[in-house]
């Protein structure tokens, strides 16, 4: 459901707070999966 995705998401860049990341999503088979790719911009 897009509330699930949207906890994962922040459960996932909770870590990074403050910063401007860019966060690829993939769904495959119904089931999202989120991977995070790190923009060091914000350093």
Not at 9 to 21: Q, V
Not at 27 to 37: C, D, E, K, M, S
């Amino acid at each position: 459901s897009p509330k699930k995705v949207g906890d994962d998401i922040a459960k996932a860049t909770g870590d990074w707070k403050g910063l401007r990341i860019t966060v690829k999503l993939t769904i495959q088979n119904r089931q999202a999966q989120v991977t995070l790719r790190g923009n060091l911009y914000g350093l």
